[in-house]
């Protein structure tokens, strides 16, 4: 077994993920077909390697595969990314530039994340899978772990006091936890008002229901407003909580938050997160009509979200309606 071979397999025992042994078969045909590469010299051509390599491999993947899928692409650039890493650590194997460039913030355009993410988001060859897309729980922890990163960065926090493009980053991070933690429209999140924040209690109200923040949360929005309160023109009155640079209400359009997402996951797509979060509330038992009133989502999208988790846990239509029925203290009266 060479080296290349028994460190795949140890990634693959201890990171047992679906369509990570293919993605890693194909990046063994990479190195083997196109970089000439000798398995047993793995650790040393790995000293060299960079985000751009990476990148190199997944072009082979979509040619050699005719691959059309931003999922599978985004799955297999995740899978190199956590292999790397692996191997790096495992094997202290020296690359302080690919060690920074995996672990460096998404906001950072010298990060593997923004650099590939980038990258499959412009490729016209790849595009994304018709029908229910919500997010999976890596891409979740990926967001959370990046929209924490910017945050709670003392750099994007003094930037973006004196720069719009920080203040966009900063508010579109803001806007990703609270949708992953509501599954609310965007068009909702756009009429939250000052009002509705009780951030002394942790608590936020939408659409006449009101919730508990997360305390990291709620020191998230604490942060906000102290920005805000430090850019210049701050003492003019507001209602609305979300606003532009300029103190104006928040665009109708998505695009500073989805280009925020777009750095993270490769997709622009705020429905990805609604629907996750829509899939768990859904898992918990919550009431249709209270989803409904409280993020503002339809029928079609809460239908999709309810036949996926039915699908999750192998319930039948017919089964399903069954057993609730027989549950009904009618059916025993009768």
Same mark, same amino acid.
């Given at each position: 077994?060479?080296?290349?071979?028994?460190?795949?397999?140890?990634?693959?025992?201890?990171?047992?993920?679906?369509?990570?042994?293919?993605?890693?078969?194909?990046?063994?045909?990479?190195?083997?077909?196109?970089?000439?590469?000798?398995?047993?010299? &793995?650790?040393? $051509?790995?000293?060299?390697?960079?985000?751009?390599?990476?990148?190199?491999?997944?072009? $082979?993947?979509?040619?050699? *595969?005719?691959?059309?899928?931003?999922?599978?692409?985004?799955?297999?650039?995740?899978?190199?990314?956590?292999?790397?890493?692996?191997?790096?650590?495992?094997? *202290?194997?020296?690359?302080?530039?690919?060690?920074?460039?995996?672990?460096?913030?998404?906001?950072?355009?010298?990060? $593997?994340?923004?650099?590939?993410?980038?990258?499959?988001?412009?490729?016209?060859?790849?595009?994304?899978?018709?029908? $229910?897309?919500?997010?999976?729980?890596?891409? =979740?922890?990926?967001?959370?772990?990046?929209?924490?990163?910017?945050?709670?960065?003392?750099?994007?926090?003094?930037?973006?006091?004196?720069?719009?493009?920080?203040? *966009?980053?900063?508010?579109?991070?803001?806007?990703?936890?609270?949708?992953?933690?509501?599954?609310?429209?965007?068009?909702?999140?756009?009429?939250?008002?000052?009002?509705?924040?009780?951030?002394?209690?942790?608590?936020?109200?939408? *659409?006449?229901?009101?919730?508990?923040?997360?305390?990291?949360?709620?020191?998230?929005?604490?942060?906000?407003?102290?920005?805000?309160?430090?850019?210049?023109?701050?003492?003019?009155?507001?209602?609305?909580?979300?606003?532009?640079?300029?103190?104006?209400? &928040?665009?109708?359009?998505?695009?500073?938050?989805?280009?925020?997402?777009?750095?993270?996951?490769?997709?622009?797509?705020?429905?990805?997160?609604?629907?996750?979060?829509?899939?768990?509330?859904?898992?918990?038992?919550?009431?249709?009509?209270?989803?409904?009133?409280?993020?503002?989502?339809?029928?079609?999208?809460?239908?999709?979200?309810?036949?996926?988790?039915?699908?999750?846990?192998?319930?039948?239509?017919? =089964?399903?309606?069954?057993?609730?029925?027989?549950?009904?203290?009618?059916?025993?009266?009768?």
């Amino acid at each position: 077994m060479s080296i290349l071979e028994n460190h795949i397999n140890k990634f693959l025992y201890d990171r047992p993920v679906e369509g990570y042994k293919k993605d890693l078969g194909v990046f063994k045909k990479f190195l083997k077909e196109v970089k000439r590469i000798n398995p047993e010299s &793995i650790d040393y $051509f790995i000293q060299g390697f960079r985000t751009d390599g990476i990148i190199e491999s997944l072009d $082979f993947y979509i040619r050699d *595969n005719d691959l059309t899928s931003i999922n599978t692409a985004r799955r297999y650039s995740s899978c190199l990314r956590e292999f790397l890493r692996y191997i790096i650590h495992h094997n *202290n194997i020296e690359n302080g530039e690919l060690r920074f460039e995996l672990g460096a913030p998404a906001y950072d355009e010298k990060s $593997f994340t923004f650099k590939i993410n980038s990258y499959i988001s412009q490729d016209k060859r790849l595009k994304e899978t018709e029908g $229910f897309i919500a997010i999976n729980k890596t891409d =979740r922890d990926s967001l959370i772990e990046e929209s924490d990163l910017t945050l709670k960065s003392e750099k994007i926090f003094k930037k973006a006091i004196k720069q719009q493009k920080y203040y *966009n980053k900063f508010r579109s991070a803001l806007i990703m936890k609270l949708t992953l933690l509501t599954g609310v429209k965007y068009e909702i999140l756009r009429t939250i008002g000052k009002k509705d924040l009780n951030l002394k209690h942790d608590l936020i109200t939408i *659409n006449d229901l009101m919730i508990r923040l997360p305390i990291n949360l709620s020191e998230d929005f604490y942060k906000y407003e102290e920005i805000n309160s430090k850019i210049a023109r701050s003492n003019l009155d507001r209602d609305i909580f979300f606003i532009e640079y300029n103190k104006s209400v &928040i665009s109708n359009k998505t695009a500073t938050t989805s280009s925020f997402l777009k750095g993270i996951l490769g997709r622009g797509d705020l429905n990805g997160i609604i629907k996750y979060t829509i899939s768990e509330m859904i898992k918990k038992g919550v009431n249709e009509s209270i989803i409904k009133k409280f993020t503002g989502i339809g029928s079609k999208t809460f239908d999709e979200c309810q036949e996926y988790v039915n699908n999750l846990y192998q319930i039948k239509t017919n =089964r399903y309606l069954d057993s609730k029925i027989r549950s009904m203290e009618i059916f025993d009266l009768l």
